[in-house]
T-cell receptor, first 112, second 109 residues
Framework: DAGVIQSPRHEVTEMGQEVTLRCKPI?????LFWYRQTMMRGLELLIY????????DSGMPEDRFSAKMPNASFSTLKIQPSEPRDSAVYFC??????????FGSGTRLTVV | AQRVTQPEKLLSVFKGAPVELKCNYS??????LFWYVQYSRQRLQLLLR??SRESIKGFTADLNKGETSFHLKKPFAQEEDSAMYYC???????????FGKGTMLLVSP
């Protein structure tokens, strides 16, 4: 298995533009998580899906952020419009049961 | 409220010295506990979980329910241990992990 796959690895965009981050979880994992990592706040859970259904999106900072999981093998995190303070590394992780998470390599987002 | 505390932002030791990275948690019930490691600019990786009672890369962690702690230890640090370490409790019945702020371990030659 190739693990959790995220794309793009790096994204540089101008303020106000739409940004879409993508994640392919490990096949067979039934939970998917989006985290944001910054120096100031560490790792913050943004949203969590179980069996493709959003369970907890209380970490999504604003309405500018949205996430979807149309099927078991794909999820997106969208920011529209993007702002400089959204600059961070965004990690996707997947899991099955209580086995612990497998993380993707992350997307480093820079909004200028 | 669920909370996990890693009191040290940075821990700097010399190669061969013992290491202890502290983690305290405040959780209802009996959480499952994990340590994750992130090497420079890489993905987070599972280091160990308390239920498995394993030793990974020479690291161990003992759950102390009385002190609600899950400190990570290694008797002799190596330069390749330099990384960011995150303690993460997981409440039983829920799938989400709550990550601490992390401790950066720097091992100097």
């Amino acid at each position: 298995d190739a693990g959790v796959i995220q794309s793009p690895r790096h994204e540089v965009t101008e303020m106000g533009q739409e940004v879409t981050l993508r994640c392919k979880p490990i096949s067979g994992h039934n939970s998917l998580f989006w985290y944001r990592q910054t120096m100031m706040r560490g790792l913050e859970l943004l949203i969590y899906f179980n069996n493709n259904v959003p369970i907890d999106d209380s970490g999504m900072p604003e309405d500018r952020f949205s996430a979807k999981m149309p099927n078991a093998s794909f999820s997106t995190l969208k920011i529209q419009p993007s702002e400089p303070r959204d600059s961070a590394v965004y990690f996707c992780a997947s899991s099955f049961g209580d086995s612990g998470y497998t993380f993707g390599s992350g997307t480093r987002l820079t909004v200028v | 409220a669920q909370r996990v505390t890693q009191p040290e932002k940075l821990l700097s030791v010399f190669k061969g010295a013992p290491v202890e990275l502290k983690c305290n948690y405040s959780y209802s019930g009996s959480p499952e506990l994990f340590w994750y490691v992130q090497y420079s600019r890489q993905r987070l990786q599972l280091l160990l979980r308390h239920i498995s009672r394993e030793s990974i890369k020479g690291f161990t962690a003992d759950l102390n329910k009385g002190e609600t702690s899950f400190h990570l230890k290694k008797p002799f640090a190596q330069e390749e241990d330099s990384a960011m370490y995150y303690c993460a409790p997981q409440n039983s019945g829920y799938s989400t992990l709550t990550f601490g702020k992390g401790t950066m371990l720097l091992v100097s030659p």
